[in-house]
């Protein structure tokens, strides 16, 4: 059956989705990886805040584009008014491969491999994987795809307890990592003269050029700025509720991450935070000792979690704004009758999801998932200033100060990333494109005569 969605959600519950679908597998993942990229700590702890204000753009730009057209889709709704439903189909196509089902799979993998701190039978990295063909059949991997399913169907049953478990996750989460922050920097056995200690740089790149596609990195762990926009149907009073909402929860999510990253540095030179995935763990190690290093692993997996169940939530509702459309398989539009859900939407996503855990990693697509997301945010935000020439348009008074330079700031920091992340990184940059384009053949062919009939 088919019907619509129900405005439920809370300016807190929206506010969760925002801070849960933010801090997740990135900010936890990412750090040691910059170390040896650009080598300097104030750089290190300098991305983090340029990233920052990159998001803080963007996400007033997609403030002012919720309040004029707040319906459930995101992107895929703003690129097909602005560019025309190709365009809008693009976006979806993207988001359901690169910018949910593989992130959710990624997600899973990461909490697998942290909860196995506590239980080695689970850790990725010891486990004893089972092969039918290219998927892996292992304890890991099963858990992995369990928490896929159990958080699909959480949100396949209401958008109610969907939102109060999530609203509790996340204030679970944020409440421990700042109590890491606030401890590390009273009590911790840190030294800040690590600050003041280079590591040699394992890029040959330039600083420049590597500053930049370190920064798809960056971006990729503040993407969930705009997930309140995905949901924008299911928002009350969505004209008052999203940008306070969404400029907050960025903003509370920007100062979290620089204040993490300068507790990672505070704990640890960067010679010995290189190439650290968990570290996290590495930190609270250094500052605690052994026993809070592993506490640490388990609030880092609590907080995947909580992340992979903001996208689980999220994701769906793309899918059945463009089923809607006609531009996705007609059972994702269809609506619970009892519980009001985009049910099958969810259960399409969950299984794609389930496959990339059975058959991939997370690492090989950190590149090919920013480059992706960065590419149709960018274009939706470019979008922006094409739709303020239309008359009815209501302006965000903070895009307007100076304008055009919020919108531009955003577009031409993309436009850098997007650049060198081809020059440095053409492999997952062409995977990224080639999604863009089967994307774009498939279209051709399923629409060739023309556009959608249900396209608004």
């Given amino acids: 059956m088919s019907g619509s969605l129900r405005r439920e959600l809370t300016a807190t519950s929206a506010a ?11 900010i936890f993942t ?18 983090w805040v340029a990233g920052a204000i990159v998001a803080l753009t963007g996400c007033l730009s997609y403030a002012e584009l919720g309040i004029n057209l707040p319906r459930s889709g995101g992107e895929y709704v703003y690129l097909r008014e602005a560019w025309g439903p190709a365009w809008g189909f693009l976006s979806g196509w993207v988001s359901f491969f690169a910018g949910f089902a593989a992130p959710i799979a990624a997600g899973a993998l990461a909490f697998s491999g942290y909860f196995g701190r506590f239980l080695p039978s689970l850790a990725l990295e010891s486990s004893q994987a089972s092969h039918l063909g290219w998927i892996k059949i292992d304890n890991a991997h099963l858990l992995s795809a369990g928490v896929i399913a159990l958080f699909a169907l959480i949100n396949a049953w209401g958008i109610r307890p969907a939102a109060r478990i999530q609203n509790v996750l996340t204030a679970l989460k944020v409440a421990a990592l700042a109590a890491f922050v606030i401890l590390a920097l009273a009590i911790g056995r840190g030294n800040w003269a690590n600050f003041r200690v280079v590591a040699d740089r394992t890029s040959s790149h330039s600083l420049g050029a590597q500053f930049a596609v370190s920064l798809v990195f960056v971006m990729f762990a503040y993407s969930g700025w705009n997930a309140a926009n995905y949901v924008a149907e299911e928002v009350k009073l969505p004209e008052r509720t999203l940008p306070r909402v969404i400029i907050r929860g960025t903003a509370s999510v920007a100062v979290l991450y620089v204040l993490l990253n300068v507790v990672f540095v505070y704990a640890l030179p960067l010679e010995s935070l290189k190439d650290v995935v968990p570290v996290g763990a590495a930190a609270a190690a250094a500052l605690f000792g052994t026993v809070w290093g592993a506490a640490v692993s388990g609030i880092i997996a609590a907080g995947i979690l909580t ?11 793309i899918y059945y704004a463009m089923a809607q459309d006609g531009c996705f398989p007609a059972g994702a539009a269809s609506v619970h009758p009892r519980w009001r859900t985009p049910y099958r939407a969810v259960t399409y996503q969950a299984m794609a999801s389930i496959a990339m855990v059975l058959t991939g990693t997370f690492e090989s697509l950190v590149y090919y998932i920013g480059f992706a997301l960065i590419l ?69 062919w399923k629409f060739r005569s023309g556009t959608p009939a249900n396209a608004k």
Avoid: Q
């Fill in 16 to 26: 969760a989705l925002v801070v849960s679908n933010m801090i997740g597998t990135g």
């Fill in 30 to 47: 990412t750090t040691g990886f910059l170390a040896g990229d650009l080598g300097h700590p104030t750089l290190v702890v300098g991305i």
């Fill in 307 to 317: 992340s992979v169940s903001a996208m689980s939530f999220v994701g769906p509702r």
């Fill in 376 to 444: 149709f945010a960018a274009l939706a935000v470019a979008g922006l200033m094409r739709l303020r020439k239309r008359t009815e348009w209501r302006r965000l008074r903070a895009v307007c100060w100076c304008y055009p330079a919020v919108p531009a700031i955003f577009i031409l920091a993309s436009l850098w990333m997007l650049v060198w992340t081809l020059v440095i990184r053409p492999r997952e940059s062409a995977l990224g494109l080639l999604t863009v384009c089967c994307g774009g053949l498939w279209y051709r």
